[in-house]
């Protein structure tokens, strides 16, 4: 099959999961793939066979029951399915064995195999999947939509449905929902899972320091959110203490089953399969290993961990505790939280409650205790960081190469210089597949934040020919307190906002960087109806289908590059350093512009082979920073800049 054959049935798959396959080509497909005969075209035939096997015994999960990939025997089923998927030796028996199961096991489960296989295999490379929160709605909607969905089907009429944020305005956290609740971002998070399983048997380039960073960078954008609506910074959660904050997540699943509600001030229970004395004991053994700088594999073998790649050894142990390590002894503190906090309503599953949202990846920063939670995880990468020696001048220094002006201009022509402005605008969600039946558009509008697009506009000195990587970061000025912000806490809460290579020339040059092209973010994906409608003409030959093999799903969402800001105005600084590229590219890349064609590289890193920066993520804000003029250099520039919400456009 070409390209654009491929990218069609992959649609088509998914299309309404809940029910059987309708595609005649698929059907074709399913009725040609045979398990049994077809062994020879699968690299690993035996995770195919055990596979077929659970099947056959009926062991796997039922159709409507609740997949979590917290819960190990479903994990197992998982593994095994995307393992035998990625052992297919083309792409017929690829999609043959997809075929063949998707409408046996549970349509979730189906989900997450396909998919993280899908984002795996290299024939599928460009392969574009519809945006997360159409392929399965009711896991990113409230309830309210979702029955007004099922009106709108049996009426048979196109509806638009108006979808709120959940709870009041006598919650103060739902100041901040339209954050934690952005289906981009849960899309963005449930992706960059899958791009990163923790349960994968290879480990991708630099996976345990991308997890402490992607997840650091949300708790700095989610500060700095809350610190645009007059909210203090986000408290870590203590294992001891009260979950303060309570969540309605006004949810179902698609099954319909409510997922729960969690009240106030509950305190975390002990698990059948994991206690909180566990999770106290697993976690001050990590603490032990980052006082000592080293711990012990499960082979004995010492881990220094006062080095760069000490934060890597550091972020698997601590989110899964990746086999290599020492999971009997330092536990998986993160999934294992995830769990305990799920669960907190119904810990014995005496009342056969559903998992909370803080088991699924799609649904866990709805609720503000997964920004606590990682708080508490953030603290423990601090102690470590904390523990490194500060950069020197030298580290810092790139002799020779002067910034001599910077500011940021907003792509409008009225823009002030050094005012950006963000906005709540509208954003539709296809909610076809959550419906059955005859197709009728029916679409729920959210209110999204957004910004203005911006450049940044730099002028370099250099006395050589030389290329530079520039790193960009924007941190709130002042604290919750009004106070201004010394550089040595400021630094934790820097947000990166782009990492870009530049060519300078003797002389004096002039940079320009747009927003749009950040290597943070993901732009907007095409919504399912739209996506199908191009495959298809493109398929007839009535028009283009840019193939981009570069594409990735994981990315922050690109409207939510900038924080809310306020009305009146609130100020941040602006801070870019430009460090040597021929010291800080990664050897194995010569062309100097590799960086720039990663896309989402900053929190995503690659999918294959070694991340090209060699710094530590957060570089030069990851450690402490005691002499702050060794940051007043002369390729370093920090600007005041001025962040304008004008609340609706
Ligand atoms: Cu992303 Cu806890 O790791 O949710």
Known sequence: TTFLGRQLRVLYLLKNLSEPLQDEDLLALRASFNPETCKDYFNNPETLELFIHEMKRGSLLGREEIFSLFDAKHRYQVKLLFNALMSAKDWSHFMGLSTYIRDKMNHRQFLYAFSTALLHREDCRGIKLPPAYEIIPQMFLTTDVVRRAYQAQMQGKPTLIPMSFTGSVLNPEQRVAYFGEDVGLNAHHAHWHMDFPFWADERKDRAGELFFYMHHQLLARFDAERLSNHLPPVEPLQWEKPIVEGFAPGAV???????????????????????????????????????????????????????????????????????????????????????????????????????????????????????????HIDNLFKEHKDRLPPYTYDDLAFPGVRITALKVVGESKASDPNVLVTYFDESYIDLGNAVQGKPVSIRAVVSRLNHEPFKLVATVYSDKNTYAIARVFLAPSKSWFDEDIQLDEARWSMIELDRFPVELRIGSNLITRRSIETSV??????????????????????????????????????RLLLPQGRHQGMDFKLYVILTDLKTDLHSTFEHPYVMNEIPALSYCGVLDGVFPDIRPMGFPFDRRIIHSNNFQQANTKVIDVTIKNVKYQ
């Open 253 to 375: 699943y698609p099954g319909g089953q409510e997922f729960p509600v969690r009240p106030d001030n509950m305190f975390f229970q002990n698990l059948p399969e994991r206690t909180v004395a566990d999770m106290i004991e697993f976690e001050n053994r990590i603490r032990d290993g980052i006082d000592a700088g080293m711990i012990r594999d499960k082979n004995g073998v010492v881990v220094f961990l006062n080095n760069t790649e000490g934060i890597d050894v550091l972020g698997s142990l601590i989110e899964s505790s990746t086999s290599s390590l020492d999971p009997r002894y330092f536990g998986s503190l993160h999934t294992d939280a995830h769990l305990l906090l799920s669960r907190v309503t119904d810990p014995k599953g005496k009342y056969g409650m559903t998992p909370g949202v803080m088991e699924h990846f799609e649904t866990a920063t709805r609720d503000p205790a997964f920004f606590r939670l990682h708080k």
């Open 521 to 558: 973010t993901a732009s907007e994906p095409l919504s399912y109806p739209e996506l199908m409608k191009k495959a298809k003409s493109a398929f007839q030959g009535e028009s283009v289908f840019e193939v981009d093999t570069l594409h990735r799903h994981c990315g922050f969402p690109h």
